[in-house]
């Protein structure tokens, strides 16, 4: 059978040296890490890594963030799908995202630090604390949950809204009823993508919990900290610990299945989609959350990065274009430019493709195997950057060399090319595409590939006419999703990077740990334009495809 | 002969829990002929089709297709290698191009610098002249059924299999559609395999029917004979209506209320009588009935009628009905009694 | 796939013969690539770049940047991995050299020119490392800092520190901020200078004052500037590469503490000639010139200081046992484990 399907036989390979690269021999060199311990140094290293009090923080961290998403997400959602906007309101939800949460920490340590934020007093909690951690990492990731909702919502035809109304129920009744639990399957969906990039975050709590006098510790920031003790006992803990951490990634998605398979329904999509209603309120409540989660932070980088001396006031004597002309004419800037937008456009292409992939064997062909190697290729984004980062060091710090025939050497020589940091962000994110793509075949009748098989395409050929071309509004999204924490990504470049190839996640933290603050915050306001641009540009091409 | 199954049997799941779809098929579909597939939801009938596409995998049993064998032992011919056209119920349109472009794909596959112009030709064909441009997805169901059965008839395949093509239309296109299909298999010399519970539509077009239930095929006959001939209960009922009473058999004769119908020798039983709506008059003497309603549908009258605590009903050209029933053909089979242990 | 394969090499030779030769030697004249794993000031590495071009013929430098103890990470991961092609190690974190020393995996070598380093801080120079650049972990603070809001002194104004005690002092409380000795080289090795010279109750007498520790010193660097932590504990390099008017800065009565930051030629060098001659290079007179443009303290006499410094010799510097940084590799990893522990407590 493989053999008479050759395409598909093809697409395995393709997945499997994919996923051995980037999965499998990274993560097994970090098991290994532990098969190094004894066994009587095990209860040590385990006493060692085990802290309680971050086990409980971290777990906080994920169901605060997954309250304050929804608290935020939900009614956003509702109000993007059923509310008439001005275009800018639309757009700007979009942003809180694509603002990197390093910068957008840096933001708010200037804007609610205890001591004297601008708006200290205001915020009524210490933005030092887990609260912090929960209040900044929330507002980042709410635009995922709303952009979910709406999405869903846009789906429900509005027979479903009407047959209530006939019924007798008011809007509230409706949107109570019938409009929210039709958005239940994506709101779970959203929330798996949610708890795990709460687990795995580290800038966050990183940088609010060092600069406090008594630090909340979580699992992430436990994990750096074992890192920075001698390899020997400092691996293992790290191991361990990100070891608890695919709990709630691995754990979330399937009990959110369950849930969904015991009432379990699909939307029938199609039909007329709901008219959006103008409601002044709602539109003011999207455009506070905007100015909240976007423009504050943003007006404080701004600032940043006009102000000539930290701390001497924003008066004009301190305001100056000095810190833009010294960056914009930095050699340096120039090549992390580059290279972070050849390998954020590259990585997010590379995982769009393996999550298409490995996504339509899971869903298409679903053999265990199948849906084994999509489950593993999920693990990556679940685990922190450091560790991933540590054992994709672990496996291609070396040339290696095959010898063809005695003669031929092929040496495949990651070790500082830009190769290297594409692979590690692909590994990381491809989960996104294909969590993406799998809900996407899900909602895609099969009969459509099928007809194109009968038509006479082979599998390569249905998945490059069929399912790409009807999976793209999808996969775009999902590209999206990949590019913005790749095109200012920090954890895996600050290890795996290479003297020529800096990147603006690493230059970023130069900037602001040893060089100049103002230069990071004129970086911080380069990396939000060129995202924000990209984002408006998506929407644009979204709402004309729409609109058609 | 241009397909033919023999053996095929098809599960899903494994071991104990193993859903058994179908068991045993064997089958002969004649070159130019229209044949169909006629059962229930769930009886197997797509599960079949779909193993003649080559979309799933039987698990024993061989599928030749023109003569050549597409699943034998050791052998699986994909999809896209046997050469069939398929229509889908869910027409299977791709959103993402254009009517022509849709039609023009499996020609483009083949690398066919005509692709554009064949396909608007057919398109003209099935009616759809002039949209050949528009986006696939803006169609109307019975437009976007036009286009996938063109579509199909692209390649002039030799086989064109057509899975509940009709059902996720209205009635009066399902008609119209299914005159247009025969008519445009029968010009073009197409063996047909045509999945539907439609009888109707089954009935209407088809040179032969199988009609299947629960994974097997239990009769397989031309229209006439199906429903003349029906060699279970099963197929009596599910093609056309057939009525059923409860009588007994006693000293070689079937009774109805003490009436007697007919001789039947056999076991003093009771039985159940099976009976076409035609195959039953108001007479002056016989089973008694009460009659609970009539509707005049032109040919003829439709009787609803209860005998006992059953209802049955009767077709007749006369409008005219009586407080008696005789019963001019019918079956009979033994209706098991329910025993201690079950 | 195609990724991997684009990302190969192609080399026509048997194995074995053609493996050693460095892939860009054409033209008869071998240049030898030599690895520099170092934390120091990317300003620093780009104008040491066309410095070495010019003056080390035959030798192309590489440089992989980051944090100490990213450096030590990844060059610990390479070790692991089968072997780093680091050639040379240059980082701030002196305890690392003296681990890497006892397990055997520098190359022994001193350069003549490690001789003439300032008698008093022998311990700079050992057999298989050598300190080329020192930095000064001072005192500094606002000059005209807010008043202290609570307490006994509430109201008045509080001049910087001028003691590292006087940390701990109530004074001071919730008003001082150091880097991360567990993510900083140099902190970490002033802190445990610091507990070695000051004793044991100091750090909890830090933590009770609500210490806040965290990034490196251009973040101690940022919470003076912006009032948030007015005083704080930070490299004097910091406070001369971007002079404050509003920022001033002491050496403390203890002494500063001086963290050398080592040179040393790791075991599985490929190319241990020109790692030689890197190393002599970065010991002479154009590389030290540049060190001392980036603000840090040339570990010889011969140079002048950075602008703005005293020299290293009138620099009063905390008295440490001759056999500190051995004691202190020892004691590294139980003295980590105290810190994450002290600091992680609430």
């Not at chain 1, 008219?275 to 905007?290: I, M, R, S, T």
């Not at chain 1, 000095?322 to 937008?341: F, N, Y």
Request: charged letters at 15%.
């Amino acid at each position: 059978m493989a053999a008479l399907r050759g395409g598909e036989a093809l697409l395995r390979l393709a997945a499997a040296v994919f996923l051995l690269m980037a999965v499998a021999m990274p993560l097994g060199a970090l098991l290994l890490q532990l098969g190094a311990l004894r066994w009587q140094e095990l209860p040590a290293v385990l006493g060692g890594a085990f802290d309680g009090a971050a086990l409980l923080n971290s777990a906080l961290l994920c169901l605060g963030v997954l309250a304050v998403t929804n608290l935020f997400g939900v009614p956003l959602g509702v109000a993007l799908a059923r509310v008439r906007l001005p275009g800018w309101v639309a757009m700007g939800v979009r942003l809180p995202y694509v603002i990197p949460p390093y910068v957008s920490t840096i933001a708010w340590i200037q804007l609610a630090n205890p001591t004297n934020g601008l708006l200290t007093g205001l915020l009524p909690l210490n933005i030092y604390s887990l609260w912090g951690m929960i209040w900044v990492l929330g507002l980042h990731l709410t635009p995922f949950v709303a952009l979910s909702v709406q999405d869903a919502l846009n789906r429900v035809p509005a027979s479903m809204e009407e047959a209530a109304r006939v019924a007798g129920a008011g809007r509230r009744e409706i949107l109570r009823d019938i409009t929210l639990p039709m958005a239940l399957p994506a709101l779970l969906a959203s929330a798996g993508f949610v708890l795990a990039s709460a687990a795995a975050s580290f800038g966050v709590p990183y940088l609010l919990s060092a600069s406090s006098s008594s630090p909340d510790p979580v699992l992430t920031t436990r994990i750096y900290q074992a890192l920075e003790l001698s390899p020997a006992t400092g691996r293992p803990q790290a191991v361990l610990l990100a070891l608890l951490l695919l709990v709630p990634g691995v754990g979330a998605p399937l009990l959110f299945r369950w849930m969904q398979g015991r009432r379990g329904f699909s939307v029938p999509a199609g039909g007329r989609a709901v008219e959006p209603v103008a409601l002044p309120a709602a539109a003011a409540g999207v455009g506070l959350y905007v100015a909240v989660a976007a423009l504050l932070p943003l007006i404080a980088v701004v600032i940043g990065s006009f102000t000539l001396r930290l701390g001497a006031g924003i008066g004009p004597s301190n305001l100056g274009l000095k810190p833009w002309i010294d960056l914009l004419s930095d050699g340096r800037l120039h090549r992390a430019l580059l290279h972070s937008t050849i390998l954020a456009t590259a990585a997010a292409t590379a995982a769009c493709g393996a999550g298409l992939v490995l996504g339509w064997l899971a869903q298409r062909r679903g053999t265990a195997l199948d849906r084994g190697i999509a489950a593993a290729a999920r693990l990556p984004f679940l685990i922190p950057g450091s560790v991933l980062g540590l054992g994709l060091l672990l496996c291609w710090s070396q040339d290696i060399r095959f010898v063809l025939l005695d003669r031929v050497s092929l040496i495949l020589s990651l070790p500082d090319t830009l190769w290297l940091l594409g692979l590690a962000y692909t590994a990381r994110f491809v989960a996104l595409p294909l969590d993406g793509a799998r809900a996407a075949l899900q909602s895609m009748h099969p009969s459509l590939e099928e007809a194109a098989r009968i038509s006479g395409a082979g599998t390569g050929g249905v998945l490059r006419d069929v399912t790409l071309p009807i999976l793209m509004p999808a996969l775009q999204s999902a590209w999206f999703l990949v590019f913005v924490p790749c095109f200012c990504e920090l954890t895996l470049s600050v290890l795996l990077k290479g003297p020529e190839t800096e990147v603006l996640g690493t230059l970023l933290f130069y900037l602001q740990s040893y060089a100049d603050p103002s230069a990071a915050a004129v970086l911080a306001v380069l990396v939000v334009a060129v995202m924000g641009i990209g984002a408006a540009a998506l929407w644009l091409a979204g709402r004309n495809r729409g609109a058609t | 002969m241009s397909v033919v199954l023999a053996g095929v049997t098809k599960s899903y799941g494994s071991g104990a829990a193993a859903n058994r779809v179908v068991k045993g098929i064997d089958l002969e579909i004649h070159d130019a002929e229209i044949f169909t597939l006629l059962g229930p939801s769930g009886c197997g009938k797509t599960t079949t089709l779909r193993m003649i596409a080559g979309l799933e995998q039987p698990d024993s049993g061989t599928i030749h297709i023109n003569g050549e064998p597409v699943v034998a032992p050791g052998r699986l011919v994909p999809p896209e290698q046997r050469g069939l056209g398929m229509v889908f119920q869910s027409h299977a349109i791709w959103p993402h191009m254009t009517v022509v472009e849709n039609v023009a794909y499996p020609l483009k596959l083949r690398n066919d610098p005509q692709a554009r112009t064949k396909a608007l030709e057919l398109l003209q064909r099935v009616g759809l002249t002039g949209m050949g441009d528009r986006p696939a997805h803006a169609l109307s169901g019975g437009q976007q059924q036009r286009v996938s059965l063109a579509r199909a008839l692209i390649t002039r395949p030799k086989v064109l299999l057509l899975d509940e093509p009709l059902s996720a239309l209205d009635a009066g296109l399902r008609v119209e559609l299914r005159v247009q299909i025969a008519e445009l298999a029968r010009a073009a010399k197409l063996s047909v395999l045509l999945v539907t519970h439609d009888q109707e539509e089954a009935m209407s077009i088809s040179d032969r029917i199988g009609v299947m239930n629960g994974g097997v095929l239990e009769q397989v006959d031309d229209p006439a004979g199906l429903y003349r001939r029906p060699k279970t209960p099963f197929v009596g009922s599910f093609i056309g209506h057939m009525n059923h009473l409860h009588a007994v058999r006693r000293a070689g004769s079937i009774y109805i209320h003490r009436v007697f119908i007919r001789e039947s020798p056999g076991f003093e039983e009771p039985v159940r009588l099976s009976f076409r709506p035609e195959s039953v008059e108001f007479a002056e003497v016989g089973i008694p009935c009460v009659l609970r309603s009539r509707s005049f549908l032109g040919a003829f009258t439709r009787f609803e009628v209860s005998v006992g605590q059953e209802r049955i009903r009767i077709d007749s050209h006369s409008d005219r009905a009586s407080n008696f029933l005789r019963i001019r053909e019918c079956m009979i089979e033994t209706v098991k009694m329910p025993t201690a242990e079950e | 796939m195609l990724l991997a394969m684009l990302a190969c090499r192609v080399e026509f030779s048997p194995p074995g013969q053609g493996a050693a030769a460095p892939a860009g030697g054409q033209g008869g004249q071998e240049i030898a690539e030599v690895w520099v794993y170092t934390s120091m000031y990317q300003e620093v590495i780009d104008a040491l770049k066309p410095l070495a071009e010019a003056e080390l013929p035959g030798v192309r430098l590489q440089w992989f940047q980051s944090g100490s103890e990213k450096v030590a990470a990844r060059w610990e991961a390479e070790q692991a991995a089968g072997g780093s092609r680091a050639c040379l190690l240059a980082t701030s974190d002196p305890g690392w050299y003296v681990d890497l020393s006892r397990r055997g995996l520098l190359l022994p070598y001193v350069t003549p020119k490690a001789l003439g380093v300032l008698d008093v801080n022998r311990g700079w120079v050992q057999p298989d490392h050598a300190a080329f650049r020192i930095s000064l972990m001072v005192l500094a603070g606002l000059s005209a800092p807010p008043p202290v809001s609570g307490g006994e002194a509430a109201g008045s104004i509080v001049a910087p520190p001028i003691s590292y005690a006087l940390l701990a002092d109530p004074l001071y409380k919730d008003r001082f901020s150091t880097g991360d000795p567990l993510s900083s080289g140099t902190t970490f090795t002033a802190v445990a200078a610091l507990e070695t010279a000051l004793g044991p109750d100091w750090l909890p007498g830090l933590k009770r004052n609500g210490w806040v520790a965290s990034g490196g010193s251009s973040a101690v660097m940022g919470r003076i500037q912006s009032g948030e932590r007015p005083y704080g504990m930070l490299l004097l390099e910091n406070l001369l590469s971007r002079p404050d008017p509003r920022v001033s800065w002491a050496i403390p009565e203890e002494g500063a503490v001086a963290v050398p930051g080592p040179l040393a030629i790791p075991r599985g060098c490929g190319e241990p000639a020109a790692a030689e001659r890197v190393y002599d290079w970065l010991f002479g007179p154009s590389a030290q010139e540049q060190i001392v443009a980036g603000k840090m303290h040339s570990p010889l006499p011969e140079y002048p200081p950075p602008a703005g410094a005293p020299p290293l010799s009138e620099i009063r510097q905390l008295p440490l046992p001759a056999d500190f940084y051995a004691r202190a590799a020892a004691e590294s990893e139980p003295r980590k484990q105290r810190l994450q522990q002290l600091l992680s407590g609430g």
